[in-house]
Nanobody
Framework: QVQLVESGGGLVQAGDSLRLSCTAS????????VGWFRQAPGKEREFIAA???????????YYSDSVKDRFAISRDNDENTVYLQMNSLKPEDTAVYYC????????????????WGQGTQVTVSS
């Protein structure tokens, strides 16, 4: 069993940066595929970034087109934490951000992830 806790959300202005953290407990998740998703009010949960487990692809990263030039995902295996650095934030980035993990080698579909955090709110004002 893996428990995930997100942190780092908040209220920022357009153009600002935030770094979200996803810390795992219960077991090490060095080999888990970890994704970040977001959900805005009235919209479906959207994949935005992921990082592969070390055993599968040496921590290869993946991004949606909407964030690939602004966001960066990374992992600190010693801290059992995955980060999402978000730069040049826009009002349309406003959403609840979730991290998720699974032992899969790759997926961008929310239904494929077994473990989820509780979410952290990011609000970007114009």
């Amino acid at each position: 069993q893996v428990q995930l806790v997100e942190s780092g959300g908040g209220l920022v202005q357009a153009g600002d940066s935030l770094r979200l953290s996803c810390t795992a407990s219960g077991r090490t998740f060095i080999n888990y595929f970890v994704g970040w998703f977001r959900q805005a009010p009235g919209k479906e949960r959207e994949f935005i970034a992921a990082i592969a487990g070390l055993i599968w692809s040496g921590s290869r990263t993946y991004y949606s087109d909407s964030v690939k030039d602004r966001f960066a995902i990374s992992r600190d295996n010693d801290e059992n934490t995955v980060y999402l650095q978000m730069n040049s934030l826009k009002p349309e980035d406003t959403a609840v951000y979730y991290c998720a993990a699974d032992r899969t080698s790759y997926s961008t579909a929310a239904r494929d992830f077994t473990y989820w955090g509780q979410g952290t709110q990011v609000t970007v004002s114009s």
